[in-house]
């Protein structure tokens, strides 16, 4: 176990071009000013794939740092700063040593669980092929990876196994936040391999809830429910959707199906936002695409180098520069296009997200903003609303300086920020390229509800993020921010034109499936929002202008990028698109479809009357039926997946779409899967 005083933190680190992550020290002291107490930053050595670094970009990797020293109420944000400048002064000498200039910078994510951490990482994983797989392999079969990174994996379920159900094509399975196994080959949480699976359902036969609370799969405590031991989880689903065994399998061998599993901590599939999954997502990547390759390792013959590989990640945001430049999305589109680039088939597949119709995307175009005038953004937070709630406004960078003014009123009307100096401080320091993040507190008369951070998120967009409290905190001691209509007024006040719109985006705030924390979800008040047709069926085009809020634009903010395939989904009876499925940007009529558009779609919901599809609960024997094009992801999973299976030849490019003229209603920018 580590020692009591040390706090890990997962992370996602940006190396400037021509460091590496072995630039890092073992660990570097550096020692608080106010106590010269130390405390010591160490970077984990994380699993990783590949040697992605280059000498002309910046290269995002994922890591866990290990803060040591001091009590816990003594982790500001001050030490924990100065510790990691520290740590990265060998990363600078070794990026000026290469010929480039740029400074490591560290995207914090949450605590993590000290049990889960991996002391020492063991050496070489034991590992042999199944040797039913390899006698169908002899005979001509062609094998096919499908991974899965979801929450609440049943990976002892009876669909996943073969024919004869003796043994399991999970080849391998990482629960994240599972304790550390000390001869454990994860940085942290534990791994099972298809034999330590077979091993735990020849000890335990049926009884499942044993199988997993032996593996670990079950994480205690009140924050901590483990969605395995519900009824149904969105992994269940989405795993047996993708990769689970079928009374007709369409005449495939699915023993040739294999299957690679990662378990997201408990924790953070329980944040309402979405924003603190990037370091284990990134992680569970990495993970896949080394196992990927060890599997194909154990097998003979050419064709196992290039193993079709296909990964399903049913999860998104809905903030988010949504232009391909967050930094997952850049880490996953290299890994991906690496990949590829060794002659192995690689398939990103992901939803298209459920905010069409949420209100949750707004614009304000860059004519409208060059006038200099204010513009009221009317943002509502609800009562009893318990999880705190996050507006991003993304403002693009002009060809000169630009200066900007932000203003926030409580529902009361009155002033909780005036930000004139703090922007044009930022925007004044953003030409020079790394910009320090700016901040202030919002508050409501003397109680402090909020904060704004504002920074140059990357060579294109300064991000203003404005975090506000929950309108009902569980603890009743803490401040709560007032329900009701918070205006954000922003102006351009001076300097160069802005040539691209400002984007607004409230991030998601529901309750994720089998998690009860309490989320009421914000939203835009536009009032030339028309939401319903004169019929009174939800409004299936996009707004046009001047209004605000934006219907197309509502794609899931980590599926922008060139690597994936974006999913949306349709009603199993008429074929007619649902009304939440998110969308992509307006293109010009005639256009063909690229980075940022939904490319395929799955039956989401069997009808309006009847939603949801079905697919199987966590206990073997059982089902469920669940909504959303997180469920349409895995079925084109599936569906790629068989493809390979079948030897039909896969397209190396999805096949272009052209948009049409007029009004876009989802049913004309979304491809079906017959």
């Known amino acids: 176990m580590p020692p009591a005083d040390t706090r890990f933190v997962s992370a996602i680190v940006r190396l400037p071009p021509g460091a590496q992550l072995r630039d890092f020290a073992d660990g570097i002291e550096t020692r608080t000013a106010s106590r010269g107490e130390p405390l010591v930053a160490k970077l984990r050595r994380p699993l990783v794939w590949g040697d992605l670094s280059t000498t002309d970009q910046a290269t995002f990797w994922p890591v866990v740092l290990d803060f040591q020293g001091g009590e816990r109420d003594e982790f500001d944000i001050s030490r924990i700063g100065r510790a990691l400048d520290a740590l990265s002064q060998p990363v600078r000498r070794a990026s000026a040593a290469n010929g480039a200039e740029g400074e490591p910078s560290f995207a914090l994510g949450p605590p993590m669980l000290a049990h889960s951490v991996q002391d020492d990482v063991a050496g070489t994983l034991s590992y042999a092929a199944d040797p039913g797989l390899l006698a169908k392999l002899a005979a001509g079969g062609k094998a096919v990876i499908v991974a899965v990174i979801d929450d609440g994996i049943p990976f002892a379920h009876r669909n996943l196994r073969v024919a004869d159900g003796d043994g399991s094509r999970v080849e391998f399975c990482w629960l994240?936040?599972?304790?550390?196994?000390?001869?454990?080959?994860?940085?942290?949480?534990?791994?099972?391999?298809?034999?330590?699976?077979?091993?735990?359902?020849?000890?335990?036969?049926?009884?499942?809830?044993?199988?997993?609370?032996?593996?670990?799969?079950?994480?205690?405590?009140?924050?901590?429910?483990?969605?395995?031991?519900?009824?149904?989880?969105?992994?269940?689903?989405?795993?047996?959707?993708?990769?689970?065994?079928?009374?007709?399998?369409?005449?495939?061998?699915?023993?040739?199906?294999?299957?690679?599993?990662?378990?997201?901590?408990?924790?953070?599939?329980?944040?309402?936002?979405?924003?603190?999954?990037?370091?284990?997502?990134?992680?569970?990547?990495?993970?896949?695409?080394?196992?990927?390759?060890?599997?194909?390792?154990?097998?003979?013959?050419?064709?196992?180098?290039?193993l079709p590989l296909i990964v399903n990640l049913s999860y998104g945001y809905t903030g988010g520069p949504h232009d391909g430049t967050d930094a997952l999305e850049i880490a996953m589109s290299r890994m991906i296009e690496a990949r590829?680039?060794?002659?192995?088939?690689?398939?990103?597949?992901?939803?298209?997200?459920?905010?069409?119709?949420?209100?949750?995307?707004?614009?304000?175009?860059?004519?409208?903003?060059?006038?200099?005038?204010?513009?009221?953004?009317?943002?509502?937070?609800?009562?009893?609303?318990?999880?705190?709630?996050?507006?991003?406004?993304?403002?693009?960078?002009?060809?000169?300086?630009?200066?900007?003014?932000?203003?926030?009123?409580?529902?009361?009307?009155?002033?909780?920020?005036?930000?004139?100096?703090?922007?044009?401080?930022?925007?004044?320091?953003?030409?020079?390229?790394?910009?320090?993040?700016?901040?202030?507190?919002?508050?409501?008369?003397?109680?402090?509800?909020?904060?704004?951070?504002?920074?140059?998120?990357?060579?294109?967009?300064?991000?203003?993020?404005?975090?506000?409290?929950?309108t009902e905190p569980d603890d009743a001691s803490l401040s709560a921010a007032p329900a009701g209509r918070w205006t954000i007024g922003l102006a351009k006040v001076g300097g160069a034109d802005l040539n691209a719109p400002v984007g607004c985006r409230i991030q998601r705030d529901f309750d994720p499936f089998g998690y009860a924390r309490g989320a009421r979800q914000s939203y835009f008040d536009d009032p030339l929002d028309a939401r319903f047709t004169e019929d009174g069926a939800p409004a299936r085009v996009d707004n046009p202008a001047p209004a605000f809020v934006r219907r197309l634009g509502t794609l899931n903010g980590i599926a922008t990028h060139a690597h994936v395939t974006v999913v949306s989904g349709y009603y199993g009876d008429t074929g007619r698109a649902t009304e939440y499925a998110g969308a992509g940007r307006r293109r010009r009529p005639g256009s063909s479809a690229g980075p940022g558009d939904v490319r395929m779609s799955a039956a989401s919901d069997d009808s309006t009357a009847l939603r949801g599809v079905l697919a199987a609960g966590t206990r073997s024997g059982s089902t469920a039926r669940l909504s959303g094009t997180s469920m349409a992801a895995p079925q084109i999973s599936r569906w790629i997946a068989v493809q390979h299976l079948s030897q039909n030849p896969m397209p190396a490019q999805p096949v272009p779409l052209t948009f049409p003229s007029g009004p876009i209603e989802l049913d004309e920018r979304t491809t079906r899967l017959s």
Request: aromatic share 6%; with cysteine.
């Open 340 to 470: 590829q680039a060794q002659g192995k088939p690689t398939t990103l597949v992901m939803p298209a997200g459920n905010s069409f119709a949420e209100r949750l995307n707004g614009e304000i175009s860059a004519d409208r903003m060059n006038t200099g005038e204010a513009h009221a953004i009317a943002w509502c937070l609800q009562p009893n609303d318990r999880t705190s709630s996050y507006l991003e406004l993304w403002l693009p960078k002009a060809t000169g300086a630009t200066r900007f003014q932000l203003s926030i009123t409580d529902p009361d009307g009155a002033s909780s920020l005036t930000g004139a100096t703090l922007l044009a401080d930022c925007a004044a320091a953003d030409q020079q390229g790394d910009a320090p993040a700016l901040s202030s507190d919002v508050f409501c008369g003397e109680q402090r509800v909020g904060g704004v951070v504002i920074a140059a998120y990357n060579a294109h967009w300064t991000r203003i993020l404005i975090a506000l409290a929950p």
């Open 176 to 306: 994240q936040s599972a304790e550390a196994n000390p001869s454990g080959h994860v940085p942290f949480g534990r791994e099972f391999t298809r034999g330590a699976i077979d091993e735990l359902v020849r000890a335990h036969g049926p009884d499942e809830d044993a199988i997993y609370l032996r593996a670990g799969a079950v994480e205690q405590g009140a924050r901590r429910i483990a969605t395995i031991n519900h009824a149904a989880s969105h992994g269940a689903h989405v795993l047996d959707a993708a990769a689970g065994r079928r009374p007709d399998d369409g005449g495939v061998d699915l023993d040739l199906l294999r299957i690679i599993a990662v378990q997201l901590p408990a924790a953070v599939t329980a944040d309402t936002s979405g924003y603190r999954k990037d370091a284990f997502i990134l992680s569970a990547l990495h993970y896949i695409f080394d196992r990927a390759d060890r599997f194909a390792a154990t097998h003979p013959g050419d064709e196992a180098a290039s």
